[in-house]
């Protein structure tokens, strides 16, 4: 976006944030749309909570990301911070709500870290959440099978068939063979995190770290390898199934049991093949409890990370948490410094990717953390909204077309014409546009008393309306006005556009518009093709 | 809200704000749909803003409400406040970005004032606006009058015939008769924000103000009252324009010039019946440059307020302003004591009215605040959601209906039946939905592994779901499946449902979900009385 340089650091809007106009938020409101169709059908009821919260909320639910939570300055009253993310005030209004026993929880909402942009790759310290959440009783797996079956529904109706895939992992399976292996349980959350930086280093780096880090006995770590490196889909499930002293340990066992009967129920959904059992994956947030998964697409990781031989899964090379790895260090490295390398845009980076596209799990607890003796169990998925953008933006871009994509464009442009003492007729456009509107269409004209026909057709082509209607004089004294198809050939028989009596009027262009759309649709969608308005690229010279 | 006692202070949310869910949000995304609709069809184009602004984008736009901003807290890097309207990022936004030059800006978001709340009158501290402003040239009126057209647009799709006033005047007129009367130039804007109060106060304390708080010759007071306690339609302009002392100031002059054209248009619309032209409207911001305008409707002033006999426009006691008055002297009077009054909900105080529903104006010289030189006039107004929100929300506890309010139940509810050594069939019933789900149905089902049929029934009643589908393991033999309509009567043919194939079951459950859609248009929209679940008030011995 320009910037006018005279006036300096004022005229511009605040780091690691963007103003969403023009084609980018026509592409972000439909990929919205799209989303918003998906989980309303699987019964989502919105839930829209303030963009700060008590200091006291989010105290606490985030671990050492804590650091990264914007407060509001002291200005008498309440102390306040924006939302960290949209899981802690759904689970904030669940525990001050004992009345609700369910919710399926749907929200698209800003949230707000204090990190290191990269805006090109969709990582912004201002970005939009969508979460669908189940919260209330549901037997093993079904509601989280459910999730699942949305995200697979989501990324399916955004175009994305075949490229991206679903980490999933247990809580109970990962902390479990912890345990086999020998991990004391005060080391369980520093090993877990260190297994979690899998799909980023090779093995022996994170056994480094594991070891003479976290003080882990060598022979622990190269028991827990022969674990954590292992991913896939129903053989890694038989043989964990098999692993009788892995299911010694009762939290591994009732792990491997649900996890056996979530395949059942993704194999119901018809999702199986979208998913990957990883043993890697462990998700930083503490307050999971059972399935955790992770979405990943190509860009999801950075170009540089790919060290590790087990990296690769379907085919996508190298999943998310990395940069996450990546920005906690070089976050760590620069603290010494002053701010200013953190407000860094790093969208040129090759060693930061877009990061996980979608994200989520179970967490059983977080209600009674507000509300002591509360059982809300939950479980949700949180969709990246601007990764997922940016990552169609490329693609559209790259000359790949979406069917989501909807014309933002006016139906109809409304004109005048007339000769040397033509007054511009305004007050006659303002009525047939309004003729027009109240026939339910979009409609358009020029803000000009006497505009110039050549003006109104370059408007017209500009805003991409495929019709106009042009008044004139004469054709009024008759009760009629003229309706051209904006872009004709020389030659074709309407090319000067046909007579129509202002009483059929709407009913004519309302059926050439529904026309339009229809031969729009059987054309195969370019209209997304150029980035949303089919009608600007087109030469003036055909109606000028 | 219930609210948990025993955790205190951390379980609520923020003073001022609201979670929106239930039904609440329902209707509340209900006119947002509308709005948007209307918006769109006028051609407005999304542009979405950051919730904060550089402290200095802010400085200076508010005049003494800018005491009312959040300020985030100093953490480093840049110093942020929290917008207080959608209006200074727009203007940030066009300076920012010379090559934009003309854009029709339609905004939804939450914006921030440190005020007093009224929360059940939709009065708070977060609250949603609704923008939509033209930015670009126009002649005199064209685009101004479109604004207007919209305003009315929005009003009718939500059911407000008759029911609502769009006062207007022109800061011209104002600012020229002010001169006529003999206000000196540096009283103008004190003279101009007395004036404001005359929707609340009689004349005689108006001009108490004028003479003694702002000391204003009684001679000049006394000619004010001649223009400003005027109003009405065509009537008023023509007297106005035979005021050949008025006409000798060129302000004024061009004002009623401007006037006239606006009548002229808004005739064309079709919305000359909505306006009143009220002399004594001047509106609180210093940025508007000619129309104003503010839309009131009963229940927009407060309950006590109405002494003035001036006071009825077109049979609505009582404009909006008197609120702002109400509010800024009650905040002076509590300013000495501490904050903890200023917190207090006033949803209860009949001194506190609901306040406009809409408003804005013309201001064509903010962009240039920002960037100077720059030539980007702007018309627009905003639409407080929340108040609108407030006033339907009565209207249908009171027994009214609107046809733009939609049902957010489930179309179909998958349950399975069972005798002794019942499956509880999950994995098919997991199957069936998503065979619904895939044909455009919004579906739900039990998140049981063996849920009792009453458990399934009760849920599907809850959830409002007008068509059940139900399996069983006889008929799953068979390859077939019940469907069944929620809620018949005994005797009922069709009590028991009737068995279909599997094959053609997606094609039945559509054809009787339109069935039923149109079947509840005609029934004349039950669905709005009782608050969007038709189905929830059902007797249970129904079904059990």
């Known amino acids: 976006m320009p910037k006018d340089k005279d006036k300096g650091a004022a005229l511009k809007n605040p780091k690691g944030t963007r103003d969403w106009s023009g ?95 990269a805006i090109a790759k969709g990582r912004m310290r201002e970005f939009y959440q969508c979460d669908i959440d189940f919260a209330g009783a549901s037997d093993p797996m079904i509601a989280d099978s459910e999730v699942i079956a949305i995200i697979v529904d989501v990324f399916e109706s955004l175009g994305w068939q075949d490229r991206y895939t679903i980490k999933i992992n247990d809580r109970r399976i990962l902390d479990g063979l912890f345990e086999v292996c020998g991990v004391p ?93 990883d043993l890697s994956l462990a998700r930083g947030l503490d307050y999971y409890t059972g399935i955790i998964y992770e979405v990943v697409t190509e860009g999801s990781a950075p170009v540089m990370a790919s060290r590790h031989p087990a990296d690769s899964v379907n085919g996508i090379i190298n999943p998310s948490s990395t940069t996450q790895t990546t920005q906690k260090q070089s976050k760590k490295e620069s603290k010494k410094s002053s701010t200013a390398d953190d407000d860094e845009d790093r969208s040129s980076d090759p060693s930061v990717g877009v990061g996980s596209v979608a994200a989520g799990g179970r967490y059983d607890n977080l209600v009674e953390r507000f509300r002591p003796g509360a059982d809300v169990p939950c479980v949700g998925v ?22 989501f994509i909807t014309s933002s464009s006016p139906d109809v442009y409304v004109m005048a014409f007339g000769g040397g003492g033509f007054s511009g007729m305004t007050a ?84 050439r518009v529904e026309m339009k759309r229809v031969v729009g649709t059987t054309e195969g969608l370019n209209i997304a093709e150029d980035g949303r308005n089919p009608d600007t690229s087109r030469p003036a010279t055909l109606e000028s």
């Not at 949180?382 to 069917?403: C, M, N, P, Q, Y």
């Open 185 to 277: 349980t005060d080391k369980i959350r520093a090993i877990s995190s260190a297994v979690d930086k899998l799909d980023k280093l090779p093995w022996s780096e994170v056994k480094k770290e594991m070891v003479e880090t976290k003080g882990l006995e060598e022979s622990v770590a190269d028991k827990i390898q022969t674990y954590v490196t292992r991913k896939g889909g129903k053989d890694l499930l038989s043989s964990l199934q098999a692993d009788e002293a892995l299911l010694a340990n009762p939290k591994a066992k009732s792990g491997v049991e649900e996890m056996a009967l979530l395949f059942s129920y993704l194999e119901a959904w018809g999702a199986l093949d979208k998913v990957s059992f």
């Open 428 to 511: 006659q456009r303002i009525g047939i546009t309004k003729l027009l509107l109240d026939a339910g269409l979009k409609v358009e004209f020029t803000y000009k008393k006497k505009p110039k026909p050549q003006v109104q057709f370059k408007a017209a082509e500009t805003a991409g309306a495929p019709l106009c209607v042009i008044l004139g004089e004469d054709e009024q004294m008759k009760g009629e006005v003229r309706v051209k198809e904006m872009g004709l050939p020389d030659g074709h028989p309407e090319k000067e556009g046909v007579l129509v009596k202002i009483d059929n009027l709407a009913e004519e262009v309302v059926r």
């Open 382 to 403: 949180s969709f990246g909204v601007d990764r997922i953008f940016s990552i169609t933006k490329a693609r559209l871009a790259a000359g790949e077309t979406f069917s």
């Open 23 to 117: 084609s980018d938020v026509d592409l972000l409101e439909d990929i919205f749309a799209q989303i918003s169709r998906v989980i309303r059908k699987h019964a989502g009821k919105k839930l829209d909570s303030p963009v700060f919260e008590l200091q006291e909320v989010l105290k606490g639910k985030y671990g050492e990301d804590s650091k990264l939570i914007y407060d509001l300055a002291d200005q008498g009253g309440e102390l306040l911070s924006l939302r960290y993310d949209l899981t802690v005030p759904f689970a904030r209004w669940l525990a001050m709500n004992p009345n609700v026993k369910s919710y399926k929880r749907f929200a698209i909402g800003k949230v707000y870290r204090r990190d290191q942009p």
